[in-house]
Each structure stands twice: as C-alpha cells, then as structure tokens.
C-alpha cells in the first residue's frame, strides 16, 4: 500500500531529522545560519555544498531534512485522503501535516527571535511528531488492516472480569474467618463469593435467627 510505504519512510526520515537536531544542539549550532527561511540569502535548496562547513553544515542540513519530512507528510496525508476508509486516520494525516507545520515555523522563530524557550518548545514537539508516523505507519500496514475490529468495550470488561477474579480469594477468606453471633445462625454455610450476593447475615435472618454483618461483607 502506497500510503503505507510512505508513513515508513517518513517516520525514518523524521528519526534521522532528530538526531539532526541533536547535533545541532550538541555542536551549538543552532544559529551559524544567522536567517531564515533563507541560508545566507540563497534558497534553501540552492546553498552552494561548498560552503557548508562547520555549524553551516549541522545547521543547513537539518533544515533540509525538515522540508524533506515535510514534503513526505504532505504526501502521506494525501495518499490517506484518497485511498483510506477510516476517517480518524486521515484526520490523523491531516493532524501530521500540521503538526509539521508548526514545527517548521518554530525553528524559524527560533532562528529570528533567538529565544531559547521556542527551542525548548520546538525540540519537545519532536518525539510527539515521530510517536505520530510511528502510528500512522502501523494503522496503514497490512497485519492492521487484516485484524478484526474489537469488541465494544471489551478491553474495559476483560480488566473488569480480571479484577473480580483477583478479589476473590480475599473476600473468600473474610467470609469462612468470620463468626455468627448466635450458634442457630451459624447452620448454614457461607454462601460463596461466586454462588450468590445475597449475604449471610440476611440469609439467616429470612430463616427468624438473629446475626452481626461478617467481616469483609457489605449490606446490599
């Protein structure tokens, strides 16, 4: 699937554009190209090779990976738009172009205004937009796509039934240590955790004895 193969590739292109990133921090480069979205008043695309040496080279190269992550993501999202069934995953390519958008204009106010908060801002949005083609890459493979949908809620009931199965053990043991008032009320067995809610207090006292609420049981 096209949309698929192009999600992989942007997602490796935005890895390889991090550590970009980090050199640029690491070097202290971030500002060896004083302008922008110009390099020393050449195109982006058209600075000379020759001359980029030193922080130009840390600095302009990550620049032009960033266009080249953005350029795949306005191809993702529109192979998404046109060839994707579920909605929430194009608007998932929708969110990535402008996610990228914004992480482009932030490198750029970095670069201008020189304030190292908007870098703090722009490096944190990073690994957000690199968590998001890691998604995108994986909702458009082929083993996504081929497993069935889940069950309304199923996960919350099978954390639900989990629980109950853990607590069982406990409040069975709370119910047999437990001791009736009056020996009459004590005839009957404890009902069990699983068998019925009704408690044993009540139980017994349908039958005209008299017993205090066991440890470990609530009225119902």
Known sequence: MLAHRIACLT?????????AGGLVTDTGSALAVPDWPTT????LFLY????????VLYEHSHRLLGAVVGLLTVGLALALWRGERWWWVRA?????????????VLGGLRVLLRAETIAIVHGCLAPAFFALTVVLARV????????PPPAPGGQLRALAVAGRRASRPSRG???RSSACSSSSSCSAPAPSWRASPVSPCRAAGR????????TGWWPR
Request: proline fraction near 4%; hydrophobic fraction near 50%; include cysteine.
């Open 48 to 55: 000379p090779w020759s001359k980029m040496v030193g922080g």
């Open 92 to 104: 998932l390519g929708v969110g990535a172009v402008l996610l990228v958008a914004v992480q482009g």
């Open 207 to 214: 039958r005209g004895s008299r017993c205090r609420w066991p």
């Open 40 to 43: 020393f008043g050449y195109n």
């Open 173 to 175: 043991r709370r119910g």
């Open 11 to 19: 997602a490796a292109a935005t890895l390889a554009l991090i550590v």
């Open 140 to 147: 458009t493979g082929a083993s996504w796509a081929a497993s």
